[in-house]
């Protein structure tokens, strides 16, 4: 049952009893010292001026009503006059002297009543949103039995972004509630993300010769919300604007407005209860479907169905309301003086208000009839503190007979300010420091049916600020959503969210939650959606294909067990094995012709150091460690400056040998075995001072690269100095460019078994490798920069060993004719 809209008035009298049976059964009040003196509606026709003449609740007619200030005023000031007799400011009778007021429910009125209730301290309870009163002096007369609307503020936010409703609608009143919504929470509601497509007040409520226009600035308003693309509407007003809001789906029909109905959901306040005009009683409910309504928690009160089913109209004129009420519920009326003959059918007091549909009358309880009869509970417990024998405001006649004579109502403020009770449902209603209400809300969830009929669901809950449960909790399964989304939770966004792998960025001149999304840059990621901004993975992680997330990189090197490492490892064994064969071959035939023209020592060391090029490979495969790393380039550098200067030695002497052969030449001194030993010795430790000077200034060591692969770790060797690693380079391209130079000029010698030919064409592959070798390097990474240098050594070796060697091993194994002394001078 919704008592909304109504003003109670609490009087004081003298002690009674009831002596006869009362003409109204239903009375509002027991037998006692305090009675609810009268229920005063709010609503009001204003098709006549307001000239204080009448009572507001003495008329409600079959059309749009208002509410108004005007008839608050009346209605407070005569609260302060004789009864019966409206007289402002003057009372002279000593009894019906009213305690206290209970008002709501809204917000906008209670200031006005304030105006004139606060000049006699007069205690003023309100069950709605809690009144806009300017100064603490003002404001201490009210109690409000309402939560902080503050947590109300909160709860909406928490259920915003619970369902990730990000882009919403806002229709408020034009009052200092509406005010203070857009004060407090749109700034809180931007921080979390938040943002409004529109944001619109409610046409001010006005007087009847403004219907139309009032229609016009509703219809625009419905063209606004119809428009937008937000599926979500905080509809933050006050009870009054149900009743424009149950007209929404007819405004194309009345305003023949060309745009298709949507359906939206729809999130109300705890001050927004279910009203109703007699006109809305058969249509108007299919917009409720789905709405999202929040109410102060409450409980079902023992004995309140048999209350409703004792309920009579009377004819007694206290209860002319309920009359009104009976008829255009039931759709009857009442035998008046002044109608002499039947126009319909006529209410006998006899029909039963359970047997009306929930959308004429709600036989369950609303919150806000909840802090009606907890308001009217607290005034009881706040005088019976008063009057109690501890209080210090009780006073005592001459004959010690305990009277209430000398008590003030603003008296009873303090104990309203402490009241602590547990009321007939088994709740505990009590305030917090600042004069809070200690309860929370629930969330319902509205669903109507085809015949009118509608159903709340709790779905959710807000709990106190001081509660130790979770403040907020939902059964989102639990909902019935609008029919147009057809079961499936609404989104509500301006635009699609951005997957992971996206950033989002704000477009010029729109709010911030609308945006375009964008591919994350090159080695980033986004693994949320809506993300702001792309961040880089942990060096040793790479992002997946979709960069949504980062994956740990391989760790990897040039391993014997892949298949170019066990291909680089098989050619460098199989040409150290012609290496040895081709050795033995000069050793076993060290006296023949062939072996023994052009120093037999050099050409020994040359296959040793060819050899060892071969082995050299190995300290290049594998996981590279300290000693691998101080040998690598070490090693292959001095090796090759040995193979190096051997040729070199070797051209140098066929060259000084026919330089010796003229008459009177100085060079017959130099040709011979020093010679030889001096070019290699020379050559060789000037690599290796080349490489003592690397070792000790920056060594390579060790090193892991984790930026050459975007997916994997290479473990490799740092050369330490790549300076010196170059240098090295460059000496041993020294060494090649001068043994060619040589090779080249003495190729037209003659020479045994045409030696210098086969060096220049060594030398030639050789130099054609190195220089191919350094661009290749350097564009090449990972494990494969370490497999381009073996190949390079490889090649280079066995460019040397096949251009200088095969001629001279095809001639000791198949040519053995030709490798005899004879033959020899004979060339």
């Known amino acids: 049952m919704s008592l909304s809209g109504i003003t109670c008035i609490i009087l004081r009298t003298k002690a009674c009893s009831v002596g006869k049976t009362p003409l109204i059964q239903h009375k509002y009040f027991l037998p006692g010292d305090f009675i609810i003196a009268g229920i005063i509606s709010q609503f009001y026709l204003p098709s006549d001026r307001v ?16 509410f108004m200030a005007s008839w608050t005023y009346l209605a407070s000031m005569e609260l302060l006059s004789t009864r019966g007799r409206f007289i402002p400011n003057y009372k002279c009778d000593d009894k019906d002297w009213a305690l206290s007021v209970i008002a709501g429910p809204n917000s906008h009125i209670c200031p006005y009543m304030a105006n004139i209730l606060n000049v006699y301290k007069m205690p003023q309870l309100t069950y709605g949103s809690s009144p806009l009163i300017d100064g603490k002096i003002q404001g201490a007369f009210f109690h409000r039995f309402f939560p902080n609307v503050d947590q109300q503020i909160m709860g909406i936010l928490q259920l915003l972004l619970y369902f990730r409703w990000l882009w919403i609608g806002l229709i408020s009143q034009p009052d200092r509630s509406g005010e203070r919504f857009i004060q407090n929470a749109i700034p809180l509601y931007s921080k979390k993300g938040i943002c409004f497509d529109f944001m619109e007040e409610m046409a001010k409520e006005t007087f009847a010769d403004d219907i139309a226009g009032a229609f016009q600035d ?3 308003m419905y063209m606004i919300i119809m428009k937008s693309t937000a599926n979500v509407i905080i509809l933050y007003c006050e009870n009054q604007v149900t009743v424009i809001f149950r007209m929404l789906p007819y405004f194309t029909e009345l305003e023949e407005m060309p745009i298709e109905r949507k ?15 007699p006109f809305q009683k058969t249509r108007g409910m299919e917009v409720f479907h789905g709405v999202i309504t929040f109410a102060i928690s409450s409980k079902e009160i023992s004995g309140f169905d048999k209350f409703l089913q004792m309920i009579k109209p009377t004819s007694v004129e206290e209860d002319h309301l309920m009359r009104v009420f009976w008829e255009q519920a039931f759709e009857c009326s009442f035998p008046k003086d002044n109608l002499d003959e039947d126009t319909g059918t006529m209410c006998t007091g006899e029909e039963k208000l359970e047997n009306l549909p929930r959308s004429v009358f709600d036989t369950i309880l609303t919150g806000q009839s909840y802090s009606i009869y907890n308001a009217v509970y607290g005034v009881a417990h706040a005088l019976q503190a008063m009057l109690s024998p501890k209080s210090k405001h009780r006073a005592r006649t001459e004959v010690g007979r305990e009277t209430l004579l000398t008590q003030k109502v603003w008296q009873l403020h303090h104990y309203l300010r402490t009241i602590s009770f547990n009321n007939t449902a088994g709740e505990k209603i009590s305030f917090n420091e600042n004069g809070d209400l200690e309860t929370g809300f629930d969330i319902i969830n509205w669903v109507t049916f085809p015949n009118e009929t509608f159903a709340k669901v709790k779905v959710g809950k807000i709990a106190p600020p001081a509660s130790p449960d979770k403040q907020f909790t939902i059964s989102a399964q639990d909902i019935i959503w609008p029919a147009m989304f057809n079961q499936v939770q609404p989104l509500s966004l301006c635009n699609d969210s951005c997957c992971p792998g996206y950033r989002k960025m704000k477009i010029e001149g729109k709010p911030f939650c609308c945006y375009n999304c964008l591919p994350c840059a090159k080695r980033k990621i986004s693994n949320q959606m809506d993300a702001v901004d792309c961040f880089q993975c942990p060096e040793d992680q790479y992002p997946n294909k979709a960069q949504t997330l980062c994956i740990l990189k391989e760790i990897t090197f040039l391993s014997y067990n892949e298949p170019l490492g066990l291909t680089l490892t098989t050619v460098s064994l199989f040409f150290s094995v012609i290496a040895i064969a081709v050795l033995g071959i000069f050793i076993k035939k060290q006296d023949t012709p062939i072996v023994k023209a052009n120093n037999r020592n050099l050409t020994y060391t040359l296959l040793i150091a060819l050899l060892l090029s071969f082995l050299c490979a190995f300290l290049f495969i ?29 051209t140098t002497i066929v060259v000084f040998a026919f330089m010796a052969t003229k008459p009177g030449s100085k060079m017959q001194k130099w040709v011979g075995r020093r010679m030889a030993i001096s070019i290699v010795l020379s050559c060789s430790l000037s690599q290796l001072l080349i490489c003592l000077v690397w070792l000790a200034i920056s060594p390579p060591f060790p090193d892991s690269d984790m930026h050459s692969m975007a997916e994997e770790i290479v473990l490799e060797c740092n050369e330490g100095s790549a300076t010196m690693f170059y240098l090295v380079l460059s000496f041993m391209g020294f060494l090649a460019s001068i043994s060619f130079t040589v090779a080249f000029f003495a190729r037209k010698l003659p ?13 030639l592959v050789f130099c054609s490798v190195w220089i191919s070798f350094v661009p290749t390097y350097l564009s090449t990474k990972g494990k494969y920069m370490v497999a381009v240098e073996i190949f390079s050594i490889l090649a280079s070796a066995a460019g040397l060993l096949g251009c200088i060697f095969s001629p001279k091993c095809y001639i000791i194994i198949l040519r053995p004719d030709l490798n005899t002394k004879g033959h020899l001078i004979k060339k």
Not at 755 to 762: G, H, Q
Request: charged share 25%; proline share 4%.
């Open 51 to 66: 000239d204080f003449r009448r009572h507001p609740s003495e008329e409600l007619v079959d059309e749009l009503v208002y």
């Open 218 to 220: 509703f219809g625009k």
């Open 263 to 277: 359906d939206k959901v729809w999130i109300m306040p705890a001050q927004m209860e279910f009203t109703s005009l």
């Open 622 to 650: 594998g996981q590279p460690d300290q000693v691998k790393c101080l040998m690598r380039q070490t090693a292959f550098g001095i090796i090759f400056s040995i193979a190096l200067s051997c040729i070199l030695g070797k």
């Open 751 to 763: 020479d045994s078994f045409n030696e210098a030919k086969f060096i220049t064409f060594s030398m």
